[in-house]
Each structure stands twice: as structure tokens, then as C-alpha cells.
């Protein structure tokens, strides 16, 4: 199996602060690779697929670059809503994995 | 545009069955590729299994295999997931989720919350 460890496991940051989050795979992944933002009681929605596709309707702060095993999201300007937790899954082969998720929190 | 609607939570004691269903609409059930994923209380989250378009078939997590099944009644659009043998550790909030093309899950229903407790 495709081992998937994000970091950091949690970020304090404050409005309009720029976030990066990492996400490395324990193999090549290619461009096979979505982030996920869950909000508490809530399911996961999706962000960025194909490493750096922007889903619809997600707002163009969010971004995904990387290829292979390492990836980013970055978030450029933070907003209030996206105080959340983030996930990165690949999508290469089965069975999928998720990363553990990076928390951001409120500084 | 799909929506994914979940059947309510469900309380189970230790070695017995859950069967939760997932109910489409705005597409029918043939055209998109189902999954289960759930996620334990302040845990992340765990694929469990679903349909690979590519061989036609259902495919599960390893760590599942012997006690899931999912299934599908396409005369009413509903995708089912059962797991059996239920332990404490199967306490979840379980979520059924569309793969795209692009294989991202898109779609999600809202969870159901399945608690295993003697």
C-alpha cells in the first residue's frame, strides 16, 4: 500500500496569512493526488484534484503543485472559513490512502 | 448535479451486522463509481472499498475483506455497505463518496454515524 504522511500535523496561523501544507508518498504517485478540506461535523469536500486542478467552485487561493512523491496546498491569503482539516489521498492505485491530516487552526 | 443521501445512525452491539445505505440522485447509479470511506471519532479518514472502473468489479480495503459488502439496487439508485462482526473499534461515522474521472471522491454524503457498544 501507498503510504501517504502530510506535515505539519497542525498550523496556527492568522487571516490572511499564507498556508502551506506538505504531503509526501511513500512511492511515485504521478499527478494522482487530491486534497480534501473537512470542517468539524461535516463531510470532506473536495479542493484540488490531479495534484493542481482546481475542483469547481473552490476559490483560486487554494493551489496544488508537485508530481511523483512530494505535493503542496497552498492557501495564499487565509480566510475565516478555511480555518479546517486538510487531507491529501492518492489516487494512483487501490487501495486509496489518505494522508493524517494537517489541522489549521485559528493563531 | 448528484446528491448522495445516507440512512440515519445506527447503534449496534459487539458481533453484529450494520447495513448502511447511500441514496442518488441526479444520476443514476450506473454512471458514477461508488466508495465507502469512514472516519473513527477525532481520527482521519479510512478508505474501505468500492467500484474500479477499470475491471468492473468491487474491490475492498484488505483490512475489511471477509466482513464488507457493498452492494447496489440500481431499480432505486442505492448503494449499500454492510459490515459485519462489528467491534468497538468499528465506531465511525461512515461516509459514501463518488469517484470521478479525474479518481478524486466528489461527491459525499453527510455521514452516518455507526456506534458499536455492549
Known amino acids: 500500500d501507498i503510504q501517504m504522511t502530510q506535515s505539519p500535523s497542525s498550523v496556527s496561523a492568522s487571516v490572511g496569512d499564507r498556508v502551506t501544507i506538505t504531503c509526501r508518498a511513500s512511492?511515485?504517485?504521478?499527478?494522482?493526488l487530491a486534497w480534501y478540506q473537512q470542517k468539524p461535523g461535516k463531510a470532506p469536500k473536495l479542493l484540488i484534484y490531479?495534484?493542481?486542478s482546481l475542483q469547481s467552485g473552490v476559490p483560486s487561493r487554494f493551489s496544488g503543485s508537485g508530481s511523483g512523491t512530494d505535493f503542496t496546498l497552498t492557501i495564499s491569503s487565509l480566510q475565516p472559513e478555511d480555518f479546517a482539516t486538510y487531507y491529501c489521498?492518492?489516487?494512483?492505485?487501490?487501495?486509496?490512502?489518505f494522508g493524517g491530516g494537517t489541522k489549521v487552526e485559528i493563531k | 448535479q448528484v446528491q448522495l443521501v445516507q440512512s440515519g445512525a445506527e447503534v449496534k452491539k459487539p458481533g453484529a451486522s450494520v447495513k448502511v445505505s447511500c441514496k442518488v440522485s441526479?444520476?443514476?447509479?450506473?454512471?458514477?463509481?461508488m466508495h465507502w470511506v469512514r472516519q473513527a471519532p477525532g481520527k482521519g479518514l479510512e478508505w474501505m472499498g468500492g467500484?474500479?472502473?477499470?475491471?468492473?468489479?468491487?474491490i475492498y480495503a484488505q483490512k475489511f475483506q471477509g466482513r464488507v459488502t457493498m452492494t447496489e439496487d440500481t431499480s432505486t439508485d442505492t448503494a449499500y455497505m454492510e459490515l459485519s462482526s462489528l467491534r468497538s473499534e468499528d465506531t465511525a461515522v461512515y461516509y459514501c463518496a463518488t469517484m470521478s474521472g479525474t479518481d478524486a471522491f466528489d461527491i459525499w454524503g453527510q455521514g452516518t454515524m455507526v456506534t458499536v457498544s455492549s
Open positions: 490531479a495534484a493542481s
Open positions: 441526479g444520476y443514476t447509479l450506473t454512471e458514477l463509481s
Open positions: 489521498q492518492q489516487a494512483n492505485s487501490f487501495p486509496r490512502t
Open positions: 512511492q511515485g504517485i504521478s499527478s494522482w
Open positions: 467500484f474500479d472502473p477499470e475491471d468492473g468489479e468491487t
